[in-house]
């Protein structure tokens, strides 16, 4: 999912504008209005966050209070939204987010933090946490698409935009691999492209889209035995 961050052109040159921003590890592009250079939009994609994870992984490791802290900062908003996804809940999704950092400073005290990934092992850390929810407490699971889902016309999940049938889609997401679950949170509910989502997972794009196809397609037999029933 791209962050998008406007810069008004005033007295600054543009130029020196779209060098900070570029600076600011964004990517500046120039907007226009009526033939006119009017200012600056950076783009901050998540393939130039991911290229910091380096030196993230380093001041992790060395227990800096800053990096731990930009850390926080930079992955909640993910963490949260793929936990709200998967589980509908606002409350229980800000359970899972803080239980994902409190196992990654255990996991880093005991010498078993992030190596190579940190936001893959961040988010697959929440998978687990919701699995193991899912598995103590299976009846009571509270899954849900949001409106996140509205581009996706030409797929099953269509349904999450109409109120009456929701319960219909939590049920059949419920049935789907814990796999399957934790594909569709990235790539529908925190909006991942299949780049991002290969990195996170840890899979080739061939395996990343393959797995989406298979879970959209079970979600789509899931949605049609629910309505038969």
């Known amino acids: 999912m791209y962050g998008i961050e406007r810069e008004k052109a005033g007295s600054d040159d543009l130029e020196t504008k779209a060098a900070r921003l570029a600076d600011d590890g964004k990517t500046p592009m120039y907007v226009a209005v009526d033939g006119q250079a009017a200012g600056t939009i950076a783009v901050a994609d998540k393939s130039k966050e991911d290229s910091d994870e380096p030196r993230l992984l380093a001041g992790a490791w060395s227990f800096d209070r800053q990096i731990l802290t930009e850390i926080h900062d930079r992955f909640y908003?993910?963490?949260?939204?793929?936990?709200?996804y998967r589980l509908g809940d606002p409350s229980a999704a800000e359970d899972v987010a803080g239980e994902v950092f409190l196992?990654?400073?255990?996991?880093?005290?005991?010498?078993?933090?992030?190596?190579?990934?940190?936001r893959g092992w961040l988010m697959g850390t929440a998978s687990h946490i919701i699995n193991d929810s899912f598995r103590r407490s299976y009846a009571s699971?509270?899954?849900d698409l949001t409106e996140d889902y509205s581009d996706h016309r030409s797929n099953p999940a269509d349904m999450v935009?109409?109120?009456?049938q929701r319960a219909e889609v939590r049920a059949a997401l419920r049935r789907?691999?814990?796999?399957?679950?934790?594909?569709?949170?990235?790539?529908?509910?925190?909006?991942y492209s299949l780049e991002d989502t290969a990195r996170t997972m840890a899979r080739s794009l061939s395996a990343v889209k393959s797995l989406q196809l298979c879970a959209l397609a079970s979600l789509r037999r899931n949605l049609e035995v629910s309505k038969n029933e």
């Open 141 to 143: 699971v509270q899954t």
């Open 161 to 164: 935009e109409l109120g009456s």
């Open 77 to 84: 908003p993910d963490i949260y939204r793929y936990a709200s």
């Open 103 to 118: 196992r990654l400073l255990v996991a880093l005290k005991d010498r078993r933090g992030p190596r190579t990934t940190l």
């Open 176 to 191: 789907l691999t814990s796999e399957q679950q934790h594909v569709l949170a990235l790539r529908l509910g925190n909006g």
